[in-house]
């Protein structure tokens, strides 16, 4: 008779179509933080991060998970309750309802090691992070610069940015309004920058002289409450 499942790989399998649904905004943001947290195989990895299809990705990325065993499963669970998931996907809100620690019953959890944490977020107090002229960017202040932000914003998406092409062209795709399509590409430096992602950090990319963009539609980021 074949042994049942452990909780957590259980308790994943019936979130997946969910979970699909939700991470597949932003597949790569996800994919990132879980090699961050050592949940993949270098292979695993490799295979992943070459797939262009975010549904896809995402439902590779569960499948390849739930095979690496119940600690790589319980380690995604807790990832996804994680601040940084829980502000990129909103409708993840439901995770921190969800108790990740079950398991079968007669065993006990075996001590776990602190994983290794290459964010800033755990290096740096939160208060040296959000000191005054290095607050994190809010999505106002995207919004105000994306407004200011005219047809070579994927040019400034590639030069001042550092976003791959493969993006901009994903995200011309995906949102019709030019200011949309500006707001998600400033969103998307903004997630995958994480704790650099301040407004003074923004605004001195912005500001370079071969941009040309007007001082004055960037100042904004420099404004304090």
Same mark, same amino acid.
């Given at each position: 008779?074949?042994?049942?499942?452990?909780?957590?790989?259980?308790?994943?399998?019936?979130?997946?179509?969910?979970?699909?649904?939700?991470?597949?905004?932003?597949?790569?943001?996800?994919?990132?933080?879980?090699?961050?947290?050592?949940?993949?195989?270098?292979?695993?990895?490799?295979?992943?991060?070459?797939?262009?299809?975010?549904?896809?990705?995402?439902?590779?990325?569960?499948?390849?998970?739930?095979?690496?065993?119940?600690?790589?499963?319980?380690?995604?669970? #807790?990832?996804?309750?994680?601040?940084?998931?829980?502000?990129? %996907?909103? @409708? !993840?809100? &439901?995770?921190?309802?969800? /108790?990740?620690?079950?398991?079968?019953?007669?065993?006990?959890?075996?001590?776990?090691?602190?994983?290794?944490?290459?964010?800033?977020?755990?290096?740096?107090?939160?208060?040296?992070?959000?000191?005054?002229?290095?607050?994190?960017?809010?999505?106002?202040?995207?919004?105000?610069?994306?407004?200011?932000?005219?047809?070579?914003?994927?040019?400034?998406?590639?030069?001042?940015?550092?976003?791959?092409?493969?993006?901009?062209?994903?995200? #011309?795709?995906?949102?019709?309004?030019?200011?949309?399509?500006? %707001?998600? @590409? !400033?969103? &998307?430096?903004?997630?995958? /920058?994480?704790?650099?992602?301040?407004?003074?950090?923004?605004?001195?990319?912005?500001?370079?002289?071969?941009?040309?963009?007007?001082?004055?539609?960037?100042?904004?980021?420099?404004?304090?409450?």
């Amino acid at each position: 008779m074949a042994e049942e499942p452990a909780a957590e790989i259980q308790l994943l399998r019936s979130l997946k179509v969910k979970l699909i649904e939700i991470l597949s905004a932003d597949a790569d943001f996800v994919l990132q933080y879980a090699d961050s947290r050592y949940l993949l195989s270098a292979h695993g990895y490799q295979q992943l991060k070459a797939c262009r299809v975010p549904s896809e990705k995402v439902t590779d990325l569960l499948d390849h998970i739930i095979q690496r065993g119940p600690e790589a499963t319980r380690g995604l669970l #807790e990832l996804l309750k994680n601040q940084a998931l829980q502000e990129t %996907f909103p @409708m !993840l809100c &439901f995770m921190k309802d969800v /108790q990740v620690n079950t398991l079968p019953s007669g065993k006990r959890e075996p001590p776990r090691k602190r994983e290794p944490a290459p964010d800033l977020q755990e290096t740096i107090p939160s208060k040296q992070i959000c000191r005054k002229g290095s607050r994190l960017v809010k999505e106002k202040q995207l919004m105000i610069v994306a407004r200011a932000i005219g047809r070579s914003w994927k040019e400034i998406g590639r030069l001042a940015l550092d976003i791959p092409s493969v993006k901009l062209e994903q995200i #011309e795709e995906d949102y019709l309004p030019h200011v949309e399509r500006v %707001f998600a @590409m !400033l969103r &998307f430096w903004s997630t995958s /920058q994480r704790e650099k992602a301040t407004a003074a950090h923004l605004h001195s990319l912005l500001s370079q002289e071969d941009l040309a963009l007007p001082l004055e539609s960037i100042d904004s980021l420099l404004e304090t409450d």
